[in-house]
C-alpha cells in the first residue's frame, strides 16, 4: 500500500533482509566487488572514462565561461568576440539547444542564475549522452590526441 501512495522510502528488495533475493543480491554484490570492481583492466578504463569526461567538460569550458549576455548573444544570432566559444557552441545539435531554449522561456525571475543553470545542463546533457566511442573520438578529435 505504501508504495501505492508513495511513502514508501526503502529498497524493495533490501526492505525483507530476509527474502531469498536480498541474500542472492549481497552475494552478487561481494562477488562483484571481489572480482570486477578490484580488476586493474575495469579500473583502467574507470579512470580512462574519467579523463576523457573530464577532458570534454575542460575544453567545454569556455561555454561555461561566457556572461549572460555574451552567450544570450550566441544563441540568438550566433555572434561572440570569443571565437573558441563561437567553434565549440556550432557543435552543440540542435535538440540540446532547442531544450535549452525552451527552457529559458519558462523563466520568470532570476533570470541570469537560470539561465546559467539551464547553459550547465544543456553542456552536461550533452556530454552525459555521448556514446564511449563518441566521447572519446571528441575528446581525441579537439585535443588534437
Avoid: W
Avoid at 569550458?61 to 565549440?88: C, G, Q
Wanted: aromatic share 14%; glycine share 2%; proline share 2%.
Amino acid at each position: 500500500q505504501s508504495i501505492f501512495n508513495g511513502s514508501f522510502n526503502n529498497a524493495i528488495l533490501e526492505y525483507d533482509k530476509t527474502h531469498p533475493l536480498v541474500q542472492a543480491i549481497e552475494i552478487l554484490k561481494n562477488i562483484s566487488y571481489q572480482y570486477i570492481y578490484t580488476n586493474k583492466m575495469v579500473q583502467t578504463l574507470e579512470l580512462k572514462g574519467y579523463s576523457v569526461l573530464n577532458g570534454l567538460l575542460d575544453i567545454y569550458k569556455p561555454l561555461f565561461e561566457l556572461s549572460y549576455n555574451e552567450f544570450l548573444s550566441l544563441v540568438e544570432n550566433k555572434k561572440t568576440s570569443h571565437i573558441v566559444a563561437k567553434n565549440l557552441f556550432a557543435r552543440l545539435p540542435k535538440k540540446h539547444l532547442i531544450a535549452y531554449k525552451t527552457s529559458l522561456s519558462s523563466i520568470n525571475n532570476e533570470k541570469e542564475l537560470m539561465e546559467y543553470y539551464f547553459r550547465v545542463r544543456l553542456l552536461i546533457d550533452y556530454i552525459s549522452g555521448m556514446t564511449d566511442d563518441y566521447a572519446l573520438f571528441e575528446y581525441k578529435s579537439l585535443s588534437a590526441i
